[in-house]
């Protein structure tokens, strides 16, 4: 477990830090910041897997794609969905729209309660309800105020569900999937890299562009490694806690780079953000039940083998 946590607490740390990092890439516009990343991504994450031992992952996928080629285009789609969420990773912050995007990753974790109940009809709890509730007013506060919700917040919300619930119902959530959605992506990226209207030899000018580049596919296969690394080790339960580290790097990573909220904002985000806290509490009292729990049986062992001790 505690391997885990420290695979969440990085992931959460690196994509924070990638939001403050995506001031080093104006030079570049949010799509070829994008292209860089997949590209620059594919042969870290690579080296990545070596040192985890899910190298093998890869070799499982192709040979499923070989026996069923169906596989694929679900494949395709999932290239697609996670595409369209890295492209706005990067994209957002330099144009001003981190702390809408932020918004959408508080919302994931309860859009994501609304589909397990739905689809895999788990158990929705009374705090995951009263959290939802909130996060629902807090929407509709939003479109009261400006008629609209951001499409960024929508996209990264729902768009991220159907990504996990396409994944899990393909079975390609793990790092061996990850690698096929980035080796799908590269012709997209190679596109948008070839958009750059400055000359090649900018780089020999400007050598400081390749570490930079070179950053942001360590960051990345960091950050994004680690997070598919952590669900696997971790209880959902905490690994749900922990996740939401992430949204609270990314707000003050928007902040930081000069983005403000303001009243109006203020009144909309507060009871997402109430909702979020809901759901730490709801967690956090989950765990402690379930080491209360352990303890009782722990002690009811010790007394059984105490009382069989005495009786030989």
Same mark, same amino acid.
């Given at each position: 477990?505690?391997?885990?946590? @420290?695979? *969440?607490?990085?992931? *959460?740390?690196?994509?924070?830090?990638?939001?403050?990092?995506?001031?080093? /890439?104006?030079? +570049?516009?949010?799509?070829?910041?994008?292209? &860089?990343?997949?590209?620059?991504?594919?042969? +870290?994450?690579?080296?990545?897997?070596?040192?985890?031992?899910? @190298?093998?992952?890869?070799?499982? @996928? +192709?040979?499923?794609?070989?026996?069923?080629?169906?596989?694929?285009?679900?494949? %395709?789609?999932?290239?697609?969905?996670?595409?369209?969420?890295?492209?706005? $990773?990067?994209?957002?912050?330099?144009?001003?729209?981190?702390?809408?995007?932020?918004?959408?990753?508080? /919302?994931?974790?309860?859009? /994501?309660?609304?589909?397990?109940?739905?689809?895999? !009809?788990?158990?929705?709890?009374?705090?995951?309800?009263?959290?939802?509730?909130?996060?629902?007013?807090?929407?509709?506060?939003?479109?009261?105020?400006?008629?609209?919700?951001? &499409?960024?917040?929508?996209?990264?919300?729902?768009?991220?569900?159907?990504?996990?619930?396409?994944?899990?119902?393909?079975?390609?959530?793990?790092?061996?999937?990850?690698?096929?959605?980035?080796?799908?992506?590269?012709?997209?990226?190679?596109? $948008?890299?070839?958009?750059?209207?400055?000359?090649?030899?900018? +780089?020999?000018?400007?050598?400081?562009? %390749?570490?930079?580049?070179?950053?942001?596919?360590?960051?990345?296969?960091?950050?994004?490694?680690?997070?598919? /690394? #952590?669900?696997?080790?971790?209880?959902?339960?905490?690994?749900?806690?922990?996740?939401?580290?992430?949204?609270?790097?990314?707000?003050?990573?928007?902040?930081?780079?000069?983005?403000?909220?303001?009243?109006?904002? %203020?009144?909309?985000?507060?009871?997402?953000?109430?909702?979020?806290?809901?759901?730490?509490?709801?967690?956090?009292?989950?765990?402690?039940?379930?080491?209360?729990?352990?303890?009782? &049986?722990?002690?009811?062992?010790? !007394?059984? #083998?105490?009382?069989?001790?005495?009786?030989?």
């Amino acid at each position: 477990m505690v391997q885990g946590i @420290i695979f *969440s607490v990085l992931a *959460s740390s690196m994509f924070g830090v990638l939001y403050f990092y995506s001031q080093l /890439l104006h030079v +570049f516009d949010g799509s070829q910041a994008f292209g &860089w990343r997949m590209i620059s991504l594919l042969p +870290f994450l690579t080296v990545f897997m070596c040192f985890t031992k899910d @190298i093998q992952r890869i070799t499982e @996928i +192709f040979q499923r794609i070989c026996r069923d080629p169906k596989l694929i285009l679900g494949m %395709i789609a999932t290239a697609i969905l996670g595409g369209l969420q890295l492209w706005l $990773f990067l994209w957002a912050p330099m144009h001003g729209r981190g702390m809408q995007v932020s918004l959408g990753y508080f /919302l994931l974790p309860l859009v /994501l309660v609304l589909v397990g109940s739905v689809v895999y !009809k788990e158990k929705v709890s009374r705090l995951q309800k009263t959290a939802v509730l909130f996060a629902l007013v807090g929407v509709v506060i939003q479109i009261w105020q400006v008629g609209s919700i951001a &499409w960024e917040t929508i996209l990264v919300a729902v768009g991220y569900s159907a990504y996990f619930f396409l994944r899990k119902a393909i079975q390609t959530d793990h790092l061996g999937g990850f690698w096929f959605d980035n080796v799908l992506m590269l012709p997209v990226a190679f596109y $948008f890299v070839s958009t750059w209207a400055q000359p090649w030899h900018t +780089f020999i000018d400007q050598p400081q562009l %390749i570490v930079v580049i070179a950053g942001l596919g360590i960051f990345s296969a960091l950050g994004l490694g680690s997070y598919i /690394l #952590a669900s696997r080790y971790l209880p959902m339960v905490l690994f749900g806690l922990l996740s939401y580290l992430e949204p609270v790097l990314l707000a003050l990573a928007s902040l930081a780079i000069g983005e403000r909220l303001t009243t109006t904002q %203020i009144w909309g985000y507060a009871p997402i953000w109430f909702a979020v806290v809901i759901l730490i509490i709801e967690g956090t009292l989950h765990l402690y039940k379930k080491r209360q729990h352990r303890q009782l &049986w722990l002690t009811k062992i010790a !007394k059984s #083998a105490e009382k069989n001790s005495k009786s030989s």
